[in-house]
């Protein structure tokens, strides 16, 4: 049953979400859990919190799958979903900005990339944590199309849809959090950089 | 940056993959030639690169998916217990349709076993006035001579009935 559900289009399983079929929400949460935990990794720079908020979505998805009006695709959705509740949910206890050296993600075992496994100096994992923090501090719009363009590597386009705004509008964000960072990151930028 | 130079907005789309094909073709024909633009663009790339090293992918823990489950299974409204009231609540309820329903029901029965009564009683009546009435005149054009006129004169008179 399992492996007949693993071939349908997301639009089949969303359907059986709303149907309320376990099977088919448990597939449709393997496909996305991974990108739908590192978007709110990323905007909130905090592992543990991650994990719990990226559950209280999937709940949500579980709940709402039947007022999914399939005008646009299941992927841009399940984004909108998390990108309203990462920027309306801002103030609550959940999301809030705490974040995490690489020692201690990388002593729980939970960066998972190749270059993880490299030894990394102790300049370099502070430059890390200046740059998260960085990004932790630009507003939460920034921070959340940079997420979706940078690590994501979602189009303008795309990210107009999922954020419900122009895509003149989304180049100027993306522009302006990158203008921020840079102003932010100069004197460790120059050093690190070079340039 | 000279007044020529590629607006750092569009700087910025071009080195995240995006633009038209003939906007991509201007921006690089100038940024060849344009230390400006190269500085600006070698900025955006190594910030590209900064970030790719600092935010490294994560992991879902092993016990993603079960404690989904089970935050789902915690979330479901539970059943509300049925009490007497409730039942009592419910009878009442249904009492009125039901009985609005016998109502209607009965007044047909009731109605139609009137209307049958009145329209057997009239119309008895009406078979005997016609019956006498289609009688009378048609012994009365009988022959003087004949059976049916002596049979006519023998009935009595339509005042002495």
């Known amino acids: ?195 | 940056m000279k007044k020529e130079c590629i607006n750092p907005e569009k700087l910025s789309a071009f080195l995240d993959g995006e633009l038209s094909e003939q906007e991509r073709e201007n921006i690089k024909s100038h940024v060849k030639d344009c230390p400006l633009c190269q500085k600006e663009a070698q900025g955006l790339t190594k910030l590209t690169e900064l970030l790719n090293n600092s935010f490294l992918p994560i992991e879902p823990s092993p016990y993603f998916i079960p404690g989904l489950k089970q935050k789902i299974e915690d979330n479901e409204p539970m059943p509300a217990k049925i009490t007497i009231n409730d039942w009592i609540s419910r009878i009442k309820h249904s009492l009125v349709p039901i009985g609005a329903t016998a109502l209607i029901l009965l007044s047909f029965v009731a109605g139609n076993r009137i209307g049958n009564i009145l329209y057997q009683k009239s119309s008895t009546a009406q078979e005997r006035e016609i019956y006498t009435s289609v009688e009378s005149s048609i012994l009365n054009d009988s022959p003087e001579s004949s059976l049916t006129n002596t049979y006519a004169n023998l009935l009595p008179e339509e005042g002495e009935r």
């Open chain 1, 1 to 195: 049953m399992e492996d007949l559900l693993k071939n349908k289009s997301d639009e089949e399983l969303i359907k059986g979400v709303a149907n309320k079929d376990e099977s088919a929400f448990e597939i449709l949460a393997e496909k996305y859990k991974y990108s739908v935990l590192n978007i709110i990794y990323r905007y909130t720079g905090n592992r543990t919190e991650a994990e719990d908020i990226s559950q209280d979505i999937f709940v949500k998805i579980w709940h709402s799958a039947d007022s999914f009006k399939h005008k646009s695709k299941v992927s841009t959705w399940i984004y909108r979903i998390v990108v309203n509740y990462c920027l309306n949910f801002k103030n609550k206890n959940k999301i809030n900005a705490n974040i995490q050296s690489l020692d201690e993600l990388s002593e729980k075992g939970e960066i998972i990339t190749n270059s993880s496994k490299e030894h990394k100096s102790y300049e370099s994992q502070e430059t890390d944590k200046i740059v998260r923090e960085s990004v932790n501090k630009l507003p939460e719009r920034y921070r959340m199309v940079l997420v979706l363009s940078r690590f994501e590597n979602k189009s303008y386009q795309e990210i107009s849809e999922i954020m419900n705004l122009s895509v003149p509008a989304v180049e100027s964000l993306i522009f302006r959090a990158k203008a921020n960072l840079k102003k932010a990151l100069s004197p460790y930028f120059n050093k690190k950089t070079g340039i």
